[in-house]
Structure formats: C-alpha cells, structure tokens
C-alpha cells in the first residue's frame, strides 16, 4: 500500500475504527495489536513481541494479553468483517488449537479464532527463520471452514484493502456498496 493502512479514511472512520467498532459489537474486550502505540486510539494495545516479524508477532503479543482461552483476530484492512463470520467459525472451535476460514481454496488466518495453546508454537516460529503465520499453522490442530457453509455477509467479510486499487474502490464505492 506504501502508507499505514490501519489510518486510511473510509467513510467517515479509519479502516481501523471500522474493524474496532465491529468487533466491540461482538467481544467484550477488544485489543489492538501494534508495531508503535498509537495516539487516538482508546483501547487496550500491545506491541509486536518482535519488531519487524509481520503479523505473527502481532498474534503473539495478543494471545499472551487476552484473558480468556480463545482470541478472534482479524487484519485492521479487511473493514467489512461481519459478525455472522465469527459466530460460524465460533461454534467451530471444540478441541483444536485454531478455526481458519477457507475462501477461494486459500486459508484465510488473518480473519481466524487462535487458542492460546498455540503462543509456545508461535514465539518457537520467531525465534526461528520461518516467521509467516501459514508456516505456525502447518504445526497447529487447525480446524478449517469451508466457504460452502458461508451466507454473503461472511463472505464480504474476506475483502481487505490491500493495494491502492483496492482502496481506490471502496472509496469509490463506499463501504457497505462493495
């Protein structure tokens, strides 16, 4: 994207103030993982256990703060993000350690619910050289959701804003026209 997309307006809020508010609809508790605490921003935040590992030190810092035993997590540039998808992968989850949607044939772990039985396996991939999140998934008791099972609403919910173009379009478009 070549700028924070955690800060692009969309609407009349943040692509982070519109992943914020939804979640607040859905959990009691809701933090925000951050490479830099951000100004504004009136909810719990944890740092990335490791500068510069991606989303993965992200999960970490997160799983570690949360206090109850499963974390939902999604990415801050996927705004459409629908409680009808949480509450499918939710129910989900019973014995393994993470509920990854499928879409398109591609996991989608940045829309996912993590257990924190999976944080030891987690800092274990950055200490390592393999620091990307499908890498900690192939060590994981994962449970996949197809898409076949998914209504449009969760669906929608996998469109994130990940070039320019992208953006471009759902400024164009508006949020809930997309």
């Given at each position: 994207?070549?700028?924070?997309?955690?800060?692009?307006?969309?609407?009349?809020?943040?692509?982070?103030?519109?992943?914020?508010?939804?979640?607040?609809?859905?959990?009691?508790?809701?933090?925000?993982?951050?490479?830099?605490?951000?100004?504004?921003?009136e909810?719990?935040?944890?740092?990335?256990?490791?500068?510069?590992?991606?989303?993965?030190?992200?999960?970490?810092?997160?799983?570690?703060?949360?206090?109850?035993?499963?974390?939902?997590?999604?990415?801050?540039?996927?705004?459409?993000?629908?409680?009808?998808?949480?509450?499918?992968?939710?129910?989900?989850?019973?014995n393994?350690q993470?509920?990854?949607p499928?879409?398109?044939?591609?996991?989608q772990?940045?829309?996912?619910?993590?257990?924190v039985?999976?944080l030891?396996?987690i800092?274990?991939?950055?200490?390592?050289q393999d620091?990307?999140?499908?890498?900690?998934?192939?060590?994981?008791?994962?449970?996949?959701?197809?898409e076949?099972?998914?209504?449009?609403?969760a669906?929608?919910?996998?469109?994130?804003?990940?070039t320019?173009?992208?953006y471009?379009?759902?400024?164009k478009?508006?949020?809930?026209?997309?």
């Amino acid at each position: 994207m070549g700028r924070d997309k955690a800060l692009l307006p969309l609407d009349d809020k943040t692509l982070l103030e519109h992943v914020i508010c939804s979640m607040q609809q859905i959990f009691p508790q809701v933090i925000v993982s951050v490479r830099e605490p951000r100004a504004g921003v009136e909810l719990s935040q944890v740092r990335d256990e490791q500068a510069g590992s991606g989303p993965l030190a992200g999960l970490a810092a997160g799983l570690a703060k949360v206090a109850t035993p499963w974390a939902f997590v999604v990415a801050c540039d996927m705004p459409y993000i629908s409680s009808q998808l949480v509450e499918l992968i939710y129910k989900s989850r019973k014995n393994h350690q993470a509920v990854v949607p499928v879409v398109g044939g591609y996991p989608q772990p940045l829309a996912a619910f993590y257990s924190v039985s999976c944080l030891d396996v987690i800092r274990q991939a950055l200490a390592g050289q393999d620091k990307s999140l499908r890498g900690v998934l192939q060590q994981l008791d994962v449970c996949y959701v197809d898409e076949a099972g998914m209504n449009d609403a969760a669906l929608r919910s996998f469109v994130d804003l990940d070039t320019p173009e992208d953006y471009a379009a759902a400024v164009k478009n508006g949020l809930f026209e997309l």
